[in-house]
């Protein structure tokens, strides 16, 4: 289960993308709480069943149904639009702390998981981990995954006492780190629940041999939102515009903050370093035609972002934020590892690497290397090995 099978963004993207090749290995079942869009926007394998529980596309004058964003009206020509749809819900009774759930989903969404023939059911939010734990049928497995990190998830009593109780429903829980794996078993204390962390897998193949490294670019990539603090990495590599004019940052994405940050390029004076490119549907050739990668957000789940660096062998230079960059960034090894909002460490460890192209190959070759370990049949074969053991257990 997930919030969207047919939108954007990480959950969609990962979820969809891990199904895919479980697919080979499990008869699967996608289902998608919201429906907004005719087709979706990532490729799902065509032997895998798509549910749809509550679709909220409105209709356009013309009676057919259009995309959710130009809004329209509805079949007794009432207008339709995502903040009207979303401001006449009333809070979901049993996932009332996540927007997305609503009272007039929730008997929609239990009746799809009673009708569900699954020997596992598998949430992807807290929201929809509660479901799992409550809902299941009888005789599947319970397992719960996220893709937040745990201090962002229970940094306050009440969502941190919803996700303990919703964990403990569970037969497996599974985050994405290390660090969220030890700090979840700490807080269920005696809880039977299995937690045990696993990454998400690289979205495409680890390229035979490093990136050459050459083109003098630094590149960063993310959607242009706070959470992704772009405005911190220009501010970081301002210093290095003047200093370094050969080189260049560009920044590959879109979202809400991109005129603000278009005013700090101007106000800074960088514009002729520094570029916001817009979205790219080739990122692999992007990295591949830079030297370095910067990470600058606020916080993560487990950015997906450093995996595709490090798999065309990018040297990367990372703040050390909450969390996943630490696991992924070995200091000195494959990148640099910046403590969280020291912006003159970021610039030191960019102009470090632009300075010495042996260690970016040093580096960039590690990285590569370490790749490996978040390919596609590595993680396949540890859901699989945990889908075996949750449901040999369940039933």
Known sequence: MLPRADGHGGISHTVINLANHLIERFDIQLVGLLRARNQTVFDIDPRIDVRHVVDIRPYGPD??????EQGGVDEHGEPVSRKIIFGRQEPSAIAPLDERHWASSDEPLIETLHQVTADVVIGTTPALNRFAGQFAPAGAAKVGQDHLNFPMRTGAAKPREFVRQTIEALDAFVPLTRADERDYRAMIGDATTEIMAIPNPLSWPAASQ???????????????????????????????????PDWRLDIYGTGATKPKLKRMIDALGVGSNVALRGYSRDIPSVFSQSSIYALSSRFEGFPMVLLEAMSVGLPMVAYDCPRGPAETVRDGVNGRLVPNGDQAAFTAALEQLMDSPDLRQQMGAAALADAAAYEMPSIVDRWTELLVRVSVRAG
């Not at 990136?211 to 405005?231: C, E, I, T, W």
């Open 63 to 68: 009676g057919e149904r259009r995309d959710l």
């Open 210 to 244: 490093p990136s050459p490294l050459v083109n003098k670019v630094v590149v960063a990539a993310g959607r242009l939102v706070p959470q992704k603090a772009f405005d911190r990495l220009i501010e970081a590599y301002a210093p290095l515009a003047d200093a370094r």
